[in-house]
């Protein structure tokens, strides 16, 4: 998890300093709770179109035997989960700043999986889309339900993966006294071994070029296709920038603290401003487009949707009259 969450706790006033601290106390007070709710705003309005989305997706069977929407709600779930943890944890930062290393595992492990199944749901979709376009007549062969959620399972099975030396390593490496301790829940403090942090590395690094030739096989593949005046190729031509873009944006988390350190370089004293625009940046924006890129802009998905809110205007309407 992103060890920007330290973002405006992490910081000291020394004796130096004295001299107008209450002003800056208060700046820094006013700028926690400006970054607290748009932060929580965020959180709550991306969960709710979230929620609407599975709503619909359950509610309607087109979508639940359809393997493109398998996918596409399966990274909804994930980017939900993955954004209610990185707000619990950012609202621990500004209310307690430390846990005990225990409950943060807890609450590491599920943030750490579904972060990293999000460029692999998108490598997968990706390939869902190379299939549909470049070999239509084996589609249905290849992309069945059962193998859909085959390869979702494999997905996870990846992510816990990446993971389990992590706790291998800590439970090797560390008393079990540091498991009692209070510490800032942040990855680098609880997986604090080297081992840890150069296997993490190793990691990102593997599924970022495994990710990024996905996308660029897929999207020269479909674009040969796009030539003959394809619309269904161009469509998925398309969604392919569009994964693409979603996935540099998810990567941006792997870079972070180059980021940082470069920001902090250029405006030197902003640090907490910084910190708070980093978390919003790589952790809320990404997960803010995800339904809005790919539910929203599918024509089906879309009308579906419209329905959806028209009756909750409608009900809503009756309820107050």
Same mark, same amino acid.
């Given at each position: 998890m992103s060890s920007s969450l330290s973002a405006s706790t992490n910081f000291t006033v020394t004796e130096g300093n004295l001299t107008g601290s209450g002003v800056y106390l208060g700046m820094l007070s006013l700028t926690a709770v400006i970054g607290n709710v748009v932060v929580i705003s965020l959180?709550?309005?991306?969960?709710?179109?979230?929620?609407s989305m599975v709503h619909i997706f359950n509610k309607q069977q087109i979508f639940r035997f359809n393997p493109r929407y398998i996918l596409f709600i399966h990274l909804v779930l994930n980017e939900t989960l993955?954004?209610?943890?990185?707000?619990?944890?950012?609202?621990?930062?500004?209310?307690?700043?430390?846990?005990y290393v225990s409950v943060?595992?807890?609450?590491l492990l599920p943030a750490i999986l579904t972060t990293v199944n999000t460029p692999v749901n998108l490598a997968? /979709?990706?390939?869902?889309?190379y299939i549909s376009v470049c070999i239509p007549l084996r589609y249905d062969s290849i992309c069945t339900v059962k193998k859909t959620y085959i390869v979702i399972g494999i997905m996870w099975v990846i992510s816990l993966l990446t993971i389990l030396p992590d706790i291998f390593i800590l439970f090797v490496t560390e008393e079990l006294e540091f498991l009692k301790t209070r510490v800032f829940?942040?990855?680098?403090?609880?997986?604090?071994?080297?081992?840890?942090?150069?296997?993490?590395?190793?990691?990102?690094?593997?599924? /970022?070029?495994?990710?990024?030739?996905?996308l660029f096989y897929t999207y020269f593949r479909i674009l040969f296709v796009?030539?003959?005046a394809n619309s269904q190729a161009k469509k998925a031509r398309n969604t392919i920038l569009l994964h693409g873009f979603q996935m540099l944006m998810c990567m941006t988390l792997y870079i972070q603290q180059v980021l940082k350190q470069l920001l902090l370089y250029l405006f030197p004293g902003q640090a907490i401003y910084i910190k708070n625009a980093i978390f919003v940046l790589i952790q809320i924006i990404p997960r803010c487009l995800s339904p809005v890129?790919?539910?929203?802009?599918?024509?089906?998905?879309? /009308?579906?949707?419209?329905?959806?809110?028209?009756?909750?205007q409608v009900k809503a309407v009756k309820i107050q009259t």
């Amino acid at each position: 998890m992103s060890s920007s969450l330290s973002a405006s706790t992490n910081f000291t006033v020394t004796e130096g300093n004295l001299t107008g601290s209450g002003v800056y106390l208060g700046m820094l007070s006013l700028t926690a709770v400006i970054g607290n709710v748009v932060v929580i705003s965020l959180g709550i309005i991306t969960c709710f179109i979230n929620a609407s989305m599975v709503h619909i997706f359950n509610k309607q069977q087109i979508f639940r035997f359809n393997p493109r929407y398998i996918l596409f709600i399966h990274l909804v779930l994930n980017e939900t989960l993955q954004m209610t943890l990185s707000v619990s944890l950012y609202i621990f930062a500004h209310a307690f700043y430390t846990l005990y290393v225990s409950v943060c595992i807890l609450i590491l492990l599920p943030a750490i999986l579904t972060t990293v199944n999000t460029p692999v749901n998108l490598a997968c /979709m990706a390939a869902e889309c190379y299939i549909s376009v470049c070999i239509p007549l084996r589609y249905d062969s290849i992309c069945t339900v059962k193998k859909t959620y085959i390869v979702i399972g494999i997905m996870w099975v990846i992510s816990l993966l990446t993971i389990l030396p992590d706790i291998f390593i800590l439970f090797v490496t560390e008393e079990l006294e540091f498991l009692k301790t209070r510490v800032f829940c942040d990855r680098d403090t609880v997986f604090r071994s080297s081992y840890s942090k150069n296997k993490r590395d190793a990691s990102h690094i593997f599924l /970022m070029v495994v990710v990024c030739l996905t996308l660029f096989y897929t999207y020269f593949r479909i674009l040969f296709v796009a030539k003959a005046a394809n619309s269904q190729a161009k469509k998925a031509r398309n969604t392919i920038l569009l994964h693409g873009f979603q996935m540099l944006m998810c990567m941006t988390l792997y870079i972070q603290q180059v980021l940082k350190q470069l920001l902090l370089y250029l405006f030197p004293g902003q640090a907490i401003y910084i910190k708070n625009a980093i978390f919003v940046l790589i952790q809320i924006i990404p997960r803010c487009l995800s339904p809005v890129v790919y539910g929203l802009r599918d024509k089906t998905f879309r /009308m579906y949707y419209k329905k959806y809110f028209m009756c909750f205007q409608v009900k809503a309407v009756k309820i107050q009259t």
